[in-house]
Nanobody, 121 residues
Framework: QVQLVESGGGLVQPGGSLRLSCAAS????????MGWYRQAPGKERELVAH???????NYADSVKGRFTISRDNAKNTVYLQMNSLKPEDTAVYYC???????????????WGQGTQVTVSS
């Protein structure tokens, strides 16, 4: 089985910073793309940032210039550095990864359990 475990969420004041981490573990042959999504109350889940296994990135317009996604392939871990946080960034943040558990099976899409980020004074 494969697990994605997020950490680093919490309560922060507007203008503050947080760093989220998501570590993949279990039966992993290789990992392709990884990403972070978020879901605010009453809203649909949306893509925040995405990174390929080659390090190419893309971001939602709402977070460009404030958030940075990165990964450590040796640790099977993806990070999201969030700076200049705003109240509208409040949401549950989920990590996502496209993982091969074998060279002979199709890629699977895996999700973490989510971590709450609250931006409030």
């Amino acid at each position: 089985q494969v697990q994605l475990v997020e950490s680093g969420g919490g309560l922060v004041q507007p203008g503050g910073s947080l760093r989220l981490s998501c570590a993949a573990s279990g039966r992993i042959f290789s990992i392709n793309d990884m990403g972070w999504y978020r879901q605010a109350p009453g809203k649909e889940r949306e893509l925040v940032a995405h990174i390929t296994n080659g390090g190419n990135t893309n971001y939602a317009d709402s977070v460009k210039g404030r958030f940075t996604i990165s990964r450590d392939n040796a640790k099977n871990t993806v990070y999201l550095q969030m700076n200049s946080l705003k109240p509208e960034d409040t949401a549950v943040y989920y990590c996502n990864a496209d993982i091969f558990i074998s060279a002979f099976l199709p890629v699977g899409v895996y999700w973490g359990q989510g971590t709450q980020v609250t931006v409030s004074s």
